[in-house]
């Protein structure tokens, strides 16, 4: 703490914490967790039971709306979902302008933000009825942009939205179906993928649903401030990380180097991905979930030869004093990689079917940021560490 009165009326402290470990940025009745326990909670409902019993888009309704919705609410909502999932013809003008090796994420940030230009209406954010429209356009639409990233990068045309297909099977659909040949999602794979959207919907302040809440706490429109949350989640240490679990179960490539792995990781030449959270320090409930998910999944597509190699890494690491003293255990993100990988995603695509489970929580953390009188603009102080006044050198004494 340090002494900072301005004025009379000013109370004059300020807490310096670093990336806000300590600190409550806003009130929220959206998602609870006990990361000691490992217990996470959407409105209330644990995530395990959500994830074994309700849809996806049940699940969004739920986080967003409070409440689960009834059978009718559930009819509306997924007819409203499914008819906004076109994207206007010269959004994919704007894809085809990106160079064919374009990350898709970095697609994703820039559609997704590109959408506000298009949709000017999403200015008016106090109008519940126009926030409801906006809200319902990128649940929609995340999924086509996020197909449409993909085709791009391989060369193949764009995949029209069908309607008559479910949220996780019209999103397959897009990216998988053949120019000539009828694709038909393998139900299984369908629903796996729909679990794995509801393990992702949501996660209180993680550092995405931070930048949402803070460029929507300066009345951005919502897909302004949905670009950032997914800006935020392209990094390597939030929805990046299961793309570098893959790639450091490919360097360790066999169970016998996994010791001199672990070694490197001990002393700090490495980091163990998919491992640790800021939130966790007991087993990822999630990653609880996941395991199931696996089972279900490599029923249909052959199990992966990554799948042995990361549960003896895990083995390994759970007995390790290293990790147990830093109760570093599997996170989310530590099993989807090889789940998304069998499934044919490229490791690219990982971070991007993050962001289409993630975007309800965004959403409903961006509305009741907006609504709760309290919230004003996300405004952070800083300690200064820079010089005093000092006096003006001119350049020709510079040196
Ligand atoms: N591998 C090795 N050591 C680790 C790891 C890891 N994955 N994670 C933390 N540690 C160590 C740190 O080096 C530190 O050790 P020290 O006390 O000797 O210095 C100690 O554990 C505490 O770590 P912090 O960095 O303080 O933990 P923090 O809460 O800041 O970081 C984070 C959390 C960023 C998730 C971190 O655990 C990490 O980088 N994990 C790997 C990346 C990853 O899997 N990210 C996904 C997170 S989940 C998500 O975003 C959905």
Redesign the pocket.
Known sequence: LRSIKTGDDDFGLMAYDPAFTNTASCRSAITYIDGDAGILRYRGYPIQELAEKSSFLEVAYLLLAGELPSTDELSTWEDEITHHTLVHESIKKFIDGFHHDAHPMGMLVSTVGALSTFYPDAKTIDDPGLRRLQIVRLIAKITTLAAYSYRHSVGFPYVYPDNDLSYAGNFLNMMWKATELKYEPDPNLEHALDVLFILHAD?EQ?CSANAMRAVGSSQADPFSAAAAAIAALYGP???G?NE?VLRMLAEIGSVENIPSFIAQ?KD?KK????????VYKNYDPRARVIRQVADEVFKVTGTNPLLDLAMELERIALEDEYFIA?K?YP???FYTGIIYQAMGFPVEMFPVLFAIGRMPGWLAQWEEGLLDPEQKIARPRQLYVGYDQRPYVPMDDRG
Do not use: C, W
Not at 271 to 278: A, D, I, P, S, T
């Open positions: 996660h993680n240490l939030h929805g990380a570098q990781v700090g980091k163990l991905m998919g491992f640790g959270h800021r830093r570093l996170n989310v993100d």
